[in-house]
């Protein structure tokens, strides 16, 4: 029997029955239903998982989801305005910079909390930014490039600091 408690998860209030021993990505897949955070190692080691709780990137396989009651959560889905995707993920597509795709979710929420704190990086503080998640099909060079050119969008336009929740 399960703890009922509320999650804010995308700026959504979800009320859920949560088991002590419940890893935070189970519940957004299974429970709320939002399929864009994956499962790749289960040990917080590769990073396809990562959220944002209250704007740091966490490893949602190894995050109990109880502690994450009362926080601010940010998926993949999350990043989009409506029908408008955030720069990060416009700028995924424009580089080519998602091969397989397992990896893109927890790539953009890292990209995302380091733009967050640091709006324009330097290659190496991208590479940084990114450096707990694994993308076993790339050489990292298109998705440095997408982050680095969201970056200098989002300081360019009004249009980033909208997205940029």
């Known amino acids: 029997m399960g703890r009922k408690m509320v999650l804010n998860v995308n700026e959504i209030d979800y009320s859920l029955e949560i088991e002590d021993n419940e890893i935070l990505l189970d519940t957004i897949r299974e429970k709320i239903g939002l399929k864009g955070t994956k499962y ?48 990060l993920q416009q700028s995924f597509i424009d580089n080519a910079a998602v091969q397989c795709g397992y990896c893109a979710p927890g790539m953009l929420m890292s990209a995302k909390a380091l733009l967050d704190v640091n709006p324009n990086p330097t290659e190496k503080e991208i590479r940084e930014g990114i450096d707990g998640n694994i993308c076993r099909c790339s050489g990292y060079v298109k998705i440095v490039k997408a982050i680095d050119e969201a970056a200098k969008k989002m300081a360019n336009t009004d249009e980033g600091s909208e997205n940029n929740r």
């Open 40 to 87: 790749g190692c289960g040990t917080g080691e590769c990073g396809a998982c990562t959220v944002l709780i209250d704007g740091a990137p966490v490893n949602s396989c190894i995050y109990l989801a109880i502690r994450a009651e009362g926080k601010k959560i940010i998926t993949v889905e999350g990043l989009k305005n409506g029908e408008t995707l955030h720069p």
